[in-house]
């Protein structure tokens, strides 16, 4: 199966060299592949990167350069409209300025990739507003954590104080009290019975 697989792989890859079609493999995840080839494309034309996935957009804001051609992010025909969205990325950079694109990946990061992995009750909206609205302990982790020279001590830390920051928590709280006082004022203002599983631990989702 899987030489079966390389072989088919390596017999579209001539295919598409024969056409004139330039053809990058990717031994592991493709998508910084895909997003460096993109900016080095554009750095001589007007590029367009036809994609579904946030972390494609996301690396964009990254790895672009304002001073290349526009780059554009086009997603596949929303299921309802049947339309396109497109996202001018030099545009987007401009606007968001270079410390928040640069410090987007931390927050993309921490907030996990979709609703499963996601911070109990807490979206990648809300990790994103607060970058991009300079939220001090977002600003200070995101830039912290990207330096080289930080130790693996500090890392459990920088973690720590953010997710405390995105539970609206103090910077003296524990997460452990933070964790029984978000409970407690659920319970408080129900109307209905919560049951445990709606006890923010912090790191998953609420179980089904």
């Avoid at 410090?103 to 979709?114: K, M, T």
């Amino acid at each position: 199966m899987k030489k079966n697989k390389s072989d088919m792989i390596a017999l579209i890859s001539t295919e598409l060299t024969k056409r004139g079609c330039r053809d990058i493999q990717s031994p592991g995840d493709a998508d910084v592949d895909i997003v460096k080839t993109t900016v080095e494309r554009s750095g001589y034309c007007t590029t367009t990167l036809v994609g579904e996935d946030t972390d494609l957009l996301i690396l964009l804001l990254h790895y672009s350069r304002t001073d290349n051609e526009i780059i554009y992010f086009r997603s596949d025909a929303n299921k309802q409209s049947k339309e396109h969205r497109v996202y001018n990325i030099t545009l987007l950079k401009e606007t968001l300025g270079d410390d928040v694109c640069n410090e987007l990946l931390f927050v993309h990061a921490f907030s996990r990739c979709d609703s499963t992995s996601r911070i109990f009750g807490i979206g990648k909206k809300s990790a994103l507003q607060k970058l991009v609205k300079s939220d001090p302990v977002v600003k200070y982790c995101a830039s912290a954590f990207i330096l080289q020279n930080k130790s693996q001590e500090d890392i459990p830390d920088l973690g720590k104080d953010l997710m405390v920051d995105l539970f609206g928590g103090k910077s003296n709280d524990m997460l452990s009290s933070l964790c029984h006082i978000i409970f407690t004022k659920k319970v408080a203002t129900a109307k209905a019975f919560v049951t445990p599983e709606w006890l923010p631990n912090f790191t998953c989702n609420k179980i089904p």
